[in-house]
Protein backbone atom coordinates (compact mmCIF):
# COMPACT_ATOMS: atom_id res chain seq x y z
CA UNK A 1 0.00 0.00 0.00
CA UNK A 2 1.19 3.47 -0.53
CA UNK A 3 2.36 5.39 2.26
CA UNK A 4 0.95 8.93 1.70
CA UNK A 5 3.43 11.00 -0.38
CA UNK A 6 6.65 9.61 1.04
CA UNK A 7 6.59 6.85 -1.71
CA UNK A 8 7.27 8.95 -4.12
CA UNK A 9 10.25 11.01 -5.47
CA UNK A 10 12.34 7.99 -5.06
CA UNK A 11 12.16 6.56 -8.51
CA UNK A 12 15.22 6.02 -10.96
CA UNK A 13 14.83 8.25 -14.11
CA UNK A 14 14.53 4.72 -16.04
CA UNK A 15 11.78 3.70 -14.14
CA UNK A 16 9.88 7.68 -13.98
CA UNK A 17 10.72 7.25 -18.21
CA UNK A 18 9.18 3.76 -18.59
CA UNK A 19 5.83 4.85 -16.49
CA UNK A 20 5.70 8.09 -18.69
CA UNK A 21 5.51 5.90 -22.02
CA UNK A 22 3.28 3.47 -20.40
CA UNK A 23 0.81 6.21 -19.39
CA UNK A 24 1.35 8.12 -22.95
CA UNK A 25 0.11 4.49 -25.00
CA UNK A 26 -2.48 3.51 -21.99
CA UNK A 27 -4.22 7.06 -23.14
CA UNK A 28 -3.44 6.44 -27.20
CA UNK A 29 -4.71 3.00 -27.21
CA UNK A 30 -7.46 4.02 -24.75
CA UNK A 31 -8.71 6.94 -27.11
CA UNK A 32 -8.67 4.63 -30.14
CA UNK A 33 -10.73 1.99 -28.42
CA UNK A 34 -13.23 4.63 -27.26
CA UNK A 35 -14.12 6.01 -30.58
CA UNK A 36 -14.96 2.20 -31.28
CA UNK A 37 -16.55 2.11 -27.85
CA UNK A 38 -18.60 4.91 -28.49
CA UNK A 39 -19.67 4.22 -32.42
CA UNK A 40 -20.97 0.29 -31.13
CA UNK A 41 -22.72 1.50 -28.43
CA UNK A 42 -24.35 4.24 -30.15
CA UNK A 43 -25.16 1.80 -32.99
CA UNK A 44 -26.99 -0.78 -29.98
CA UNK A 45 -29.11 2.23 -29.13
CA UNK A 46 -30.02 3.16 -32.54
CA UNK A 47 -30.19 -0.50 -34.08
CA UNK A 48 -27.48 -0.13 -36.04
CA UNK A 49 -24.68 -2.52 -36.97
CA UNK A 50 -21.55 0.34 -36.12
CA UNK A 51 -18.10 -0.68 -37.11
CA UNK A 52 -17.57 -4.10 -38.33
CA UNK A 53 -14.99 -4.59 -41.30
CA UNK A 54 -11.58 -3.05 -40.40
CA UNK A 55 -10.40 -6.21 -37.77
CA UNK A 56 -12.33 -8.35 -35.70
CA UNK A 57 -15.96 -6.66 -34.56
CA UNK A 58 -14.16 -3.41 -36.20
CA UNK A 59 -12.01 -2.52 -34.01
CA UNK A 60 -9.29 -1.71 -36.11
CA UNK A 61 -11.86 1.05 -37.27
CA UNK A 62 -10.71 3.90 -35.48
CA UNK A 63 -6.72 3.05 -36.62
CA UNK A 64 -8.23 3.15 -40.33
CA UNK A 65 -9.84 6.77 -39.67
CA UNK A 66 -6.49 7.66 -38.01
CA UNK A 67 -4.35 6.57 -41.25
CA UNK A 68 -6.66 8.52 -43.41
CA UNK A 69 -6.81 11.70 -41.25
CA UNK A 70 -2.34 11.76 -41.61
CA UNK A 71 -2.97 11.09 -45.32
CA UNK A 72 -5.35 13.42 -45.85
CA UNK A 73 -4.40 17.05 -47.55
CA UNK A 74 -3.28 19.21 -45.21
CA UNK A 75 -4.89 22.64 -45.81
CA UNK A 76 -4.20 26.32 -43.93
CA UNK A 77 -6.81 29.10 -44.91
CA UNK A 78 -5.33 31.86 -46.64
CA UNK A 79 -6.85 34.46 -44.20
CA UNK A 80 -5.40 32.25 -40.80
CA UNK A 81 -2.88 33.31 -38.71
CA UNK A 82 -0.71 30.74 -39.59
CA UNK A 83 1.97 30.19 -36.57
CA UNK A 84 -1.34 30.48 -34.17
CA UNK A 85 -3.61 28.13 -36.26
CA UNK A 86 -0.33 25.47 -36.30
CA UNK A 87 0.26 25.84 -32.36
CA UNK A 88 -3.27 25.35 -31.17
CA UNK A 89 -3.80 21.64 -31.19
CA UNK A 90 -0.36 21.17 -30.12
CA UNK A 91 -2.05 23.36 -26.99
CA UNK A 92 -5.14 21.51 -26.79
CA UNK A 93 -3.16 18.24 -26.88
CA UNK A 94 -0.30 18.36 -24.38
CA UNK A 95 -2.03 19.58 -21.47
CA UNK A 96 -4.37 16.37 -21.83
CA UNK A 97 -1.77 13.85 -21.47
CA UNK A 98 0.02 15.44 -18.49
CA UNK A 99 -3.20 15.64 -16.72
CA UNK A 100 -2.36 12.09 -16.35
CA UNK A 101 0.60 12.36 -14.41
CA UNK A 102 -1.06 12.58 -10.84
CA UNK A 103 -3.84 9.91 -11.20
CA UNK A 104 -3.45 6.94 -9.30
CA UNK A 105 -3.92 3.70 -11.17
CA UNK A 106 -3.29 1.40 -8.28
CA UNK A 107 -1.14 0.61 -4.94
CA UNK A 108 2.48 -0.30 -4.94
CA UNK A 109 3.82 -2.68 -7.05
CA UNK A 110 7.00 -4.40 -8.07
CA UNK A 111 8.15 -3.53 -11.53
CA UNK A 112 11.12 -5.03 -12.95
CA UNK A 113 12.31 -5.03 -9.37
CA UNK A 114 11.75 -1.82 -7.95
CA UNK A 115 8.92 -1.04 -5.27
CA UNK A 116 6.95 1.71 -6.83
CA UNK A 117 3.75 3.20 -6.89
CA UNK A 118 1.50 2.59 -10.06
CA UNK A 119 1.37 6.42 -10.00
CA UNK A 120 3.97 8.64 -11.98
CA UNK A 121 3.93 11.04 -9.12
CA UNK A 122 2.00 12.89 -7.08
CA UNK A 123 1.72 16.15 -5.00
CA UNK A 124 0.26 18.24 -1.86
CA UNK A 125 -1.60 20.10 -4.34
CA UNK A 126 -2.31 17.27 -6.97
CA UNK A 127 -6.05 17.86 -7.87
CA UNK A 128 -5.06 22.10 -8.14
CA UNK A 129 -2.86 20.51 -10.54
CA UNK A 130 -5.02 18.92 -12.81
CA UNK A 131 -7.19 21.17 -12.70
CA UNK A 132 -4.48 24.05 -13.98
CA UNK A 133 -3.12 22.02 -16.62
CA UNK A 134 -7.25 20.96 -17.87
CA UNK A 135 -7.62 24.84 -17.85
CA UNK A 136 -4.36 25.30 -20.29
CA UNK A 137 -6.75 23.47 -23.02
CA UNK A 138 -8.78 25.56 -23.76
CA UNK A 139 -5.96 28.33 -25.08
CA UNK A 140 -6.00 25.71 -27.59
CA UNK A 141 -9.64 25.85 -28.46
CA UNK A 142 -9.64 29.62 -27.86
CA UNK A 143 -6.64 30.43 -30.51
CA UNK A 144 -7.46 27.43 -32.71
CA UNK A 145 -11.09 29.08 -33.61
CA UNK A 146 -9.73 33.03 -33.06
CA UNK A 147 -6.77 32.02 -35.32
CA UNK A 148 -8.90 30.07 -38.98
CA UNK A 149 -10.43 33.38 -39.99
CA UNK A 150 -13.54 32.29 -40.31
CA UNK A 151 -16.55 33.54 -38.08
CA UNK A 152 -17.83 30.31 -37.65
CA UNK A 153 -14.86 29.39 -35.77
CA UNK A 154 -14.07 32.40 -34.14
CA UNK A 155 -18.41 31.76 -32.66
CA UNK A 156 -17.18 28.41 -31.86
CA UNK A 157 -13.97 29.61 -29.82
CA UNK A 158 -15.97 32.73 -27.55
CA UNK A 159 -18.57 29.61 -26.82
CA UNK A 160 -16.00 27.10 -25.72
CA UNK A 161 -14.33 30.00 -23.80
CA UNK A 162 -17.34 31.05 -21.54
CA UNK A 163 -18.52 27.37 -21.58
CA UNK A 164 -15.11 25.89 -19.86
CA UNK A 165 -14.39 28.24 -18.01
CA UNK A 166 -18.32 28.63 -16.42
CA UNK A 167 -18.09 24.54 -15.70
CA UNK A 168 -14.99 24.93 -14.50
CA UNK A 169 -16.13 26.82 -11.25
CA UNK A 170 -18.49 24.40 -10.90
CA UNK A 171 -16.43 21.59 -10.98
CA UNK A 172 -13.81 23.35 -8.57
CA UNK A 173 -16.72 24.16 -6.03
CA UNK A 174 -18.03 20.62 -6.49
CA UNK A 175 -14.64 19.55 -5.48
CA UNK A 176 -14.34 21.46 -2.38
CA UNK A 177 -16.34 19.32 -0.30
CA UNK A 178 -14.07 16.04 -1.30
CA UNK A 179 -11.06 18.09 0.36
CA UNK A 180 -12.77 18.94 3.48
CA UNK A 181 -13.46 15.09 4.18
CA UNK A 182 -10.50 13.59 2.80
CA UNK A 183 -8.45 16.46 4.39
CA UNK A 184 -6.03 16.45 1.63
CA UNK A 185 -5.65 17.27 -2.19
CA UNK A 186 -2.82 14.66 -2.89
CA UNK A 187 -4.90 11.70 -5.02
CA UNK A 188 -3.08 9.03 -3.91
CA UNK A 189 -4.10 10.59 -0.08
CA UNK A 190 -7.92 11.14 -1.11
CA UNK A 191 -8.31 7.70 -3.04
CA UNK A 192 -6.82 5.95 0.91
CA UNK A 193 -9.34 8.56 2.62
CA UNK A 194 -11.99 6.30 0.55
CA UNK A 195 -10.31 2.76 1.94
CA UNK A 196 -14.21 2.60 4.00
CA UNK A 197 -16.50 4.47 2.34
CA UNK A 198 -16.93 6.09 -1.13
CA UNK A 199 -17.53 10.07 -1.63
CA UNK A 200 -20.10 9.95 -3.85
CA UNK A 201 -22.48 8.01 -1.62
CA UNK A 202 -21.10 10.36 1.38
CA UNK A 203 -21.28 13.75 -0.81
CA UNK A 204 -23.81 13.01 -3.37
CA UNK A 205 -24.79 16.82 -4.13
CA UNK A 206 -21.13 16.95 -5.00
CA UNK A 207 -21.15 13.78 -7.01
CA UNK A 208 -23.73 15.19 -9.00
CA UNK A 209 -22.51 18.72 -9.78
CA UNK A 210 -19.32 17.62 -10.63
CA UNK A 211 -20.78 14.20 -13.24
CA UNK A 212 -22.42 16.83 -14.87
CA UNK A 213 -19.60 19.91 -14.84
CA UNK A 214 -17.30 17.36 -16.70
CA UNK A 215 -19.69 16.60 -19.38
CA UNK A 216 -20.03 20.20 -20.22
CA UNK A 217 -16.28 21.05 -19.40
CA UNK A 218 -15.32 18.49 -22.37
CA UNK A 219 -17.69 20.15 -24.79
CA UNK A 220 -20.01 16.65 -25.12
CA UNK A 221 -23.34 16.12 -26.05
CA UNK A 222 -25.46 17.71 -25.26
CA UNK A 223 -23.44 20.56 -24.21
CA UNK A 224 -21.68 20.32 -26.97
CA UNK A 225 -22.15 23.71 -28.04
CA UNK A 226 -19.04 24.97 -29.72
CA UNK A 227 -19.09 22.19 -31.83
CA UNK A 228 -22.63 22.47 -33.12
CA UNK A 229 -23.01 21.60 -36.48
CA UNK A 230 -26.60 23.04 -37.04
CA UNK A 231 -25.65 26.23 -35.91
CA UNK A 232 -21.24 26.86 -36.35
CA UNK A 233 -20.99 24.07 -39.24
CA UNK A 234 -17.88 22.40 -36.74
CA UNK A 235 -16.89 24.93 -34.48
CA UNK A 236 -13.68 25.55 -33.12
CA UNK A 237 -12.15 23.32 -35.51
CA UNK A 238 -14.39 24.37 -39.00
CA UNK A 239 -10.84 25.07 -40.53
CA UNK A 240 -8.75 22.45 -39.59
CA UNK A 241 -7.87 19.19 -41.38
CA UNK A 242 -5.12 16.27 -41.34
CA UNK A 243 -3.48 15.55 -38.80
CA UNK A 244 -4.23 18.85 -37.12
CA UNK A 245 -8.15 17.87 -36.50
CA UNK A 246 -6.86 14.68 -35.56
CA UNK A 247 -4.97 16.37 -32.77
CA UNK A 248 -8.36 18.23 -31.20
CA UNK A 249 -10.26 14.98 -31.78
CA UNK A 250 -7.59 13.05 -29.42
CA UNK A 251 -7.21 16.04 -26.78
CA UNK A 252 -11.67 15.79 -26.63
CA UNK A 253 -11.07 11.78 -25.95
CA UNK A 254 -8.10 12.23 -24.18
CA UNK A 255 -10.03 14.82 -21.93
CA UNK A 256 -12.81 12.84 -21.47
CA UNK A 257 -10.48 10.08 -20.29
CA UNK A 258 -9.08 12.83 -17.59
CA UNK A 259 -11.91 13.64 -16.21
CA UNK A 260 -13.48 10.36 -15.50
CA UNK A 261 -10.28 8.97 -14.37
CA UNK A 262 -10.55 12.00 -11.84
CA UNK A 263 -14.13 11.52 -10.83
CA UNK A 264 -13.40 7.44 -10.02
CA UNK A 265 -10.50 9.02 -7.76
CA UNK A 266 -12.14 11.73 -5.70
CA UNK A 267 -15.27 9.91 -5.63
CA UNK A 268 -15.53 5.80 -6.42
CA UNK A 269 -12.84 4.88 -4.45
CA UNK A 270 -10.21 5.04 -6.86
CA UNK A 271 -8.06 2.11 -7.37
CA UNK A 272 -10.27 0.40 -4.31
CA UNK A 273 -12.14 -3.06 -5.31
CA UNK A 274 -16.23 -2.49 -5.28
CA UNK A 275 -17.63 -3.65 -1.55
CA UNK A 276 -18.92 -7.13 -2.10
CA UNK A 277 -15.65 -8.18 -3.88
CA UNK A 278 -13.37 -6.18 -1.36
CA UNK A 279 -14.86 -8.05 1.99
CA UNK A 280 -15.26 -11.34 0.08
CA UNK A 281 -11.57 -11.09 -1.36
CA UNK A 282 -8.35 -9.98 0.83
CA UNK A 283 -6.25 -10.00 -1.96
CA UNK A 284 -8.57 -8.14 -4.31
CA UNK A 285 -6.59 -4.66 -3.88
CA UNK A 286 -2.96 -6.33 -4.06
CA UNK A 287 -0.65 -6.42 -7.00
CA UNK A 288 -2.05 -5.31 -10.25
CA UNK A 289 -5.39 -6.04 -9.89
CA UNK A 290 -6.78 -2.68 -8.72
CA UNK A 291 -5.75 -1.85 -12.30
CA UNK A 292 -9.02 -3.87 -13.28
CA UNK A 293 -11.39 -1.96 -10.96
CA UNK A 294 -9.87 2.00 -11.73
CA UNK A 295 -10.54 0.94 -15.60
CA UNK A 296 -13.97 -0.81 -14.63
CA UNK A 297 -14.95 2.37 -13.09
CA UNK A 298 -13.65 4.92 -15.90
CA UNK A 299 -15.36 3.13 -18.53
CA UNK A 300 -19.03 3.27 -16.43
CA UNK A 301 -17.81 6.91 -16.95
CA UNK A 302 -16.78 6.57 -20.56
CA UNK A 303 -20.74 4.94 -21.01
CA UNK A 304 -22.53 7.15 -19.02
CA UNK A 305 -20.64 9.65 -22.04
CA UNK A 306 -21.87 7.38 -24.58
CA UNK A 307 -24.99 7.06 -23.37
CA UNK A 308 -25.94 10.63 -22.98
CA UNK A 309 -25.05 11.94 -26.88
CA UNK A 310 -27.08 9.01 -27.39
CA UNK A 311 -30.25 10.04 -25.62
CA UNK A 312 -30.32 13.60 -25.04
CA UNK A 313 -30.63 16.41 -27.62
CA UNK A 314 -28.35 19.60 -27.33
CA UNK A 315 -29.33 22.05 -25.25
CA UNK A 316 -29.97 26.23 -26.41
CA UNK A 317 -27.01 28.12 -25.38
CA UNK A 318 -28.70 30.78 -23.15
CA UNK A 319 -30.32 27.63 -21.28
CA UNK A 320 -26.96 26.05 -20.48
CA UNK A 321 -25.03 28.87 -19.15
CA UNK A 322 -27.86 29.87 -16.86
CA UNK A 323 -28.17 26.20 -15.72
CA UNK A 324 -24.35 26.39 -14.73
CA UNK A 325 -24.71 29.81 -13.05
CA UNK A 326 -28.29 30.25 -12.18
CA UNK A 327 -27.94 26.52 -10.49
CA UNK A 328 -25.16 24.61 -10.19
CA UNK A 329 -22.67 27.27 -8.81
CA UNK A 330 -25.56 28.69 -5.97
CA UNK A 331 -25.93 24.84 -5.11
CA UNK A 332 -22.05 24.13 -4.92
CA UNK A 333 -21.66 27.26 -2.42
CA UNK A 334 -24.38 26.33 -0.35
CA UNK A 335 -23.53 22.16 -0.19
CA UNK A 336 -19.92 23.57 0.95
CA UNK A 337 -21.23 25.60 3.84
CA UNK A 338 -22.79 22.62 4.93
CA UNK A 339 -20.09 20.19 4.47
CA UNK A 340 -17.75 22.20 6.39
CA UNK A 341 -20.36 23.10 9.25
CA UNK A 342 -21.54 19.35 9.66
CA UNK A 343 -17.25 18.77 9.58
CA UNK A 344 -16.47 21.15 12.21
CA UNK A 345 -18.95 20.01 14.56
CA UNK A 346 -17.61 16.24 13.66
CA UNK A 347 -14.26 17.03 14.54
CA UNK A 348 -15.26 18.73 17.65
CA UNK A 349 -17.28 15.83 18.58
CA UNK A 350 -20.51 17.81 19.09
CA UNK A 351 -22.42 15.25 16.39
CA UNK A 352 -22.32 11.77 16.25
CA UNK A 353 -22.34 9.57 13.40
CA UNK A 354 -26.28 8.65 13.47
CA UNK A 355 -27.37 12.53 13.06
CA UNK A 356 -24.78 13.21 10.92
CA UNK A 357 -26.18 10.41 8.48
CA UNK A 358 -29.48 12.55 9.13
CA UNK A 359 -28.13 15.73 8.91
CA UNK A 360 -26.71 14.98 5.05
CA UNK A 361 -29.95 13.16 4.24
CA UNK A 362 -31.47 16.38 4.96
CA UNK A 363 -28.85 18.59 3.03
CA UNK A 364 -29.07 16.09 -0.01
CA UNK A 365 -32.87 15.87 -0.34
CA UNK A 366 -32.92 19.82 -0.22
CA UNK A 367 -29.90 20.12 -2.89
CA UNK A 368 -31.67 18.00 -4.65
CA UNK A 369 -35.03 19.29 -4.43
CA UNK A 370 -33.49 23.09 -5.29
CA UNK A 371 -31.57 21.09 -8.13
CA UNK A 372 -34.77 19.70 -9.72
CA UNK A 373 -37.24 22.60 -8.95
CA UNK A 374 -38.10 24.41 -12.62
CA UNK A 375 -37.78 27.95 -12.85
CA UNK A 376 -41.00 29.40 -12.01
CA UNK A 377 -43.33 30.31 -14.52
CA UNK A 378 -45.98 32.32 -12.38
CA UNK A 379 -44.40 35.88 -12.94
CA UNK A 380 -44.08 35.18 -16.94
CA UNK A 381 -47.92 34.18 -17.31
CA UNK A 382 -48.69 37.11 -15.18
CA UNK A 383 -47.06 39.47 -17.11
CA UNK A 384 -48.12 38.17 -20.29
CA UNK A 385 -52.06 38.56 -18.58
CA UNK A 386 -51.33 42.20 -18.51
CA UNK A 387 -49.43 42.83 -21.70
CA UNK A 388 -51.83 42.89 -24.59
CA UNK A 389 -51.08 40.70 -27.16
CA UNK A 390 -50.44 43.50 -29.76
CA UNK A 391 -48.48 45.99 -27.24
CA UNK A 392 -44.93 46.42 -28.66
CA UNK A 393 -44.12 49.45 -26.34
CA UNK A 394 -42.21 47.71 -23.87
CA UNK A 395 -39.40 47.40 -26.02
CA UNK A 396 -40.54 43.79 -27.43
CA UNK A 397 -39.93 43.14 -31.48
CA UNK A 398 -42.26 44.78 -33.77
CA UNK A 399 -44.58 42.00 -35.75
CA UNK A 400 -46.73 42.73 -38.43
CA UNK A 401 -50.78 43.39 -37.77
CA UNK A 402 -53.31 40.81 -38.06
CA UNK A 403 -55.16 41.06 -41.47
CA UNK A 404 -57.93 43.37 -40.18
CA UNK A 405 -56.24 45.10 -37.44
CA UNK A 406 -54.27 47.55 -39.99
CA UNK A 407 -50.63 49.24 -38.84
CA UNK A 408 -49.36 49.75 -35.57
CA UNK A 409 -46.52 52.07 -35.34
CA UNK A 410 -44.18 52.37 -32.85
CA UNK A 411 -46.62 50.56 -30.16
CA UNK A 412 -49.99 49.31 -29.31
CA UNK A 413 -52.89 50.02 -31.44
CA UNK A 414 -55.02 53.15 -31.16
CA UNK A 415 -57.98 52.58 -28.03
CA UNK A 416 -61.12 53.11 -30.21
CA UNK A 417 -59.39 50.68 -32.90
CA UNK A 418 -59.25 47.93 -29.48
CA UNK A 419 -62.92 48.31 -28.41
CA UNK A 420 -63.80 48.29 -31.92
CA UNK A 421 -62.13 44.59 -32.36
Not at 136 to 143: A, S
Not at 185 to 204: G, R
Not at 309 to 335: C, E, H, N
Request: include cysteine; proline fraction near 6%; glycine fraction near 8%.
Amino acid sequence: MNDGLSAFGHDPGWLILVKSVLVFVVLVVMTLFNIWWERKVVARMQHRIGPNVNGPFGLLQSLADGVKLALKEDLIPKNADKLVYIIAPVLAVIPAFITFAVIPFGPEVSMFGQRTALQLTDMPVAVLFVMAIASIGIYGIVLGGWSSGSTYSLLGGLRSSAQMISYEVAMGLALVAVFLYAGSMSTSEIVAAQDDVWFAFVLVPSFVIYVISMVGETNRAPFDLPEAEGELVGGFHTEYSSLKFALFFLAEYINMATVSALATTLFLGGWHSPWPISQLWEGSNEGYWPLLWFFGKVYFFMFLFVWLRGTLPRLRYDQFMAFGWKRLIPISLVWIVAVATVRAATLDGGIDRQQLIIVIGVLVVVCLAVFFIPESKKAAAEQQQDQPADDTSSGGYPVPPMPAQGPVRGGAAPLAFREEI
